[in-house]
Each structure stands twice: as C-alpha cells, then as structure tokens.
C-alpha cells in the first residue's frame, strides 16, 4: 500500500509520483521473456515509533530480445531503502530509493 503523498527517487535522483512509478514498472516489465525470478531480502530495519526505514537488498533474473533476436540472460541487483509510516495500524509506504545498477 503506498501513501498519498509516495515518492520513490529513481537512480538519478528524479522524484516520480506514484503513477510514473507504476508505469515506469509497467514498462520495464513488458521488455522481459517470461519465466522472471525475483529475490527480495529484508537486510535491516530501524524502528523509530510510528516510522521506520527499511534496507532491502533484491536481485531480478530474466531475459530480454536483443537487437540481432538473441535472448539475453540478465541479472539486476538492487539495494533500496523504503520509509514507512504507521497509519491506522498499517504500515504504509511512503517513498522507495533505489541506487541501482544493472550488471550481465
């Protein structure tokens, strides 16, 4: 559940708004062959009362087309930090950071 006012921050520092991230989401996985296999892991958590920072570290495989029509294997790590705040007894997301890099 993200917050009303939920702000991830791309690799470039750009703020989007919670519609450019879903479509950003939407975009980067129409480019992928199934099957895609993604590992999330909660790496630390700080708790401070009512918010909290959560550091995830992820890694995506999948395959893509390339120019020439050969499939390519690719693995995309991730370390991304969320920021939380509990409201009504939920904890609900308000931004995502993701320092990311895509490696072969």
Known sequence: MFASDFSPA???GTILNREQF???MMSDSRKAI???HVSVKLVRIRVDGETTNAWWSKKTYYSVKAANGATQQLRYPQRFESQLTRVSGKWV???LIYPAHATR
């Open 34 to 36: 199934p099957p895609v």
């Open 93 to 95: 997301t308000h931004a």
């Open 22 to 24: 879903v479509s950003e």
């Open 10 to 12: 791309t690799a470039d």
